[in-house]
């Protein structure tokens, strides 16, 4: 017994964590599966998903800026003579695509201060997709 | 059929990597499943877990060192004014908060040089969770 | 039902990314599973895989790049007094040992950018191997 389903989000800022939690929350919900685990993918080159804690919204803040510093925004990238989206598509890389979260008694096993946030690193962007696998 | 249990450590340092591996192994052990695989999910937003090789050690003391160069524990972060630890939040959700290993014949099929570390990055604490999921 | 194939590939540099998508379709499409996930795992210590963009091939070669520059391939490193590969075992925990993708319709639900790429740090090498999992 599988189920799936994907949503959409529009983003406003360039670079920006958007907490997608409570939409993850319903659809593992509207499952109804029990026992199992959820895979949250995101089907771009240059957004990403991770976890960690919204209790404070500065995390997100802190967490765009520090990664700016590791991968600069401009750093004479080749494919900046293309797109200039390379430091969104090395971002990307890094934090990953997915997270895989465990299942139990229809509930995400997430600890208390893990939240689900999708990482905008080339935005804004009117469509971005969020794809909830459930096993 | 699936299988699942956790286990709690008792980390000692600030920062701090300690191989889990054993623990893991034994879990599958007894877990009896034959063929599928092994989520290692970490509940925590300043802890998270990677694969490694512990047949040197001084791996971990390098790993983290590296780490504390990308991301400085102190760049006056917002989150700093409440909690201290925004370094380790984004650490966290960098090296992320889960490993999947496949299982064949009740074995994780782990690469010779392959470990299991936690990843304590806001410690000491008395009691980290790791959480492991056999499907 | 669960299917599984490992393949071997030779590296020609010390850093390199190397495509492997047009190889894990085939798995998938081998295994003949409709619905369902596959895990692409690697099982050494010093290497890694990503998703990201390779119509424009230059973002390998940023992503290299700037990896170099957040985790220099030199740097006093502990490890470096006996392998002289630490920078490549920092870089694969960062980077991750696994992607994993969901199936449906037989098909990798890959977002239109998304190619799977593996992860040298410490070629060349003649002999890499790539596991893939499908359940």
Known sequence: MTFEKEFVIKTSAHQELIDI?????????????????????????TAGVILNENADPNIKIDFLNALNKAIPERANYLHDNIDGNAAAHIKSSIVGPSVTIPIKNNQLLLGTWQDIMFCEFDGPRSSRKVTVHIY
């Not at 939690?21 to 080159?45: N, R, Y």
Request: hydrophobic share 40%.
């Open 21 to 45: 939690t409570h939409e993850v929350k319903k659809i593992v919900h509207e499952s109804g599966i029990k026992d199992g685990f959820c895979i949250i993918f995101i089907p771009h080159a």
